[in-house]
């Protein structure tokens, strides 16, 4: 710390007077004031024959995080409104697998069917997705995976519990009626295998009314945006004038 102060300092030898450049009674000032932020959090310790701060807790003496990896001495206190961010054991635990079942109807075509695949793996690997979400996708009817294999799927990975969201835009008889009957189907099917899994089901796509009006507006204005536009035939004065130079551009190609 003293070498720190030195090399950050000038001495004016002309009045002997030791006058500390600006930035060295910022660090002054940014270090005194985290100790001040932080009150019997730090103590001093030596690493490599310096003097540094490690962090300590009364009631935690197992603690063997070092300070350093959450909390930086030369930024404000201001940075850290909630205090240090908690590195407990608790928090490191792995947390319980959640299976994600996406369903929809099914279809002969397999575009159609890889469609709801790929906009599974999207959702497992956006920002939106925690770590510990199992994303899977499958089918009502016609092909497959179906409910009870996607279901197994998602057992044989792991998961604590299951929500099932069915793909429809509509609450139809498939959205409404079928696929909870299905999967009421599928969990007896699969037995002792899944009985100890939670398994739950969102209402359908398409509830969300107000999130989809937001989508079909935006569509709607960039169609208008990037769309066609009608001629307009109408152009006044000169619009005349132009229709009849064609006029007699047309006479003069009959008279020859």
Not at 154 to 169: E, N, Q, S, T, W
């Amino acid at each position: 710390f003293i070498r720190t102060i030195k090399s950050s300092s000038s001495l004016n030898c002309g009045d002997s007077t030791a006058t500390m450049k600006p930035y060295a009674l910022n660090f002054l000032f940014i270090l005194f004031a985290n100790v001040a932020a932080f009150p019997g959090v730090c103590k001093s310790r030596r690493v490599g024959g310096r003097s540094v701060f490690k962090a300590t807790k009364d009631d935690d003496s197992e603690r063997s995080d070092d300070i350093f990896d959450t909390w930086d001495p030369r930024l404000s206190p201001h940075l850290y409104p909630d205090g240090l961010p908690d590195t407990s054991k608790e928090d490191k635990e792995e947390k319980e697998k959640v299976g994600v079942l996406l369903i929809d109807h099914g279809s002969r075509k397999s575009a159609s069917n890889e469609f709801l695949h790929t906009l599974a793996e999207r959702y497992q690997a956006s920002s939106i997705c925690p770590p510990h979400y199992i994303v899977k996708a499958a089918h009502m009817e016609i092909a497959e995976p179906s409910i009870e294999m996607g279901l197994r799927s998602l057992v044989d990975a792991g998961v604590g519990r299951i929500v099932c969201h069915p793909y429809f835009l509509s609450p139809g008889r498939h959205a409404t009626e079928d696929v909870p009957r299905l999967i009421e189907e599928a969990k007896i099917s699969l037995g002792d295998a899944i009985s100890d899994i939670p398994v739950i089901k969102t209402e359908y796509l398409g509830s969300q009314s107000d999130l989809l009006l937001g989508v079909i507006g935006s569509m709607v204005n960039a169609a208008v945006r990037t769309g066609p536009k009608k001629q307009n035939s109408d152009m006044g004065f000169f619009g005349e004038i132009m229709r009849m130079m064609d006029a007699e551009i047309s006479a003069e190609d009959v008279s020859s």
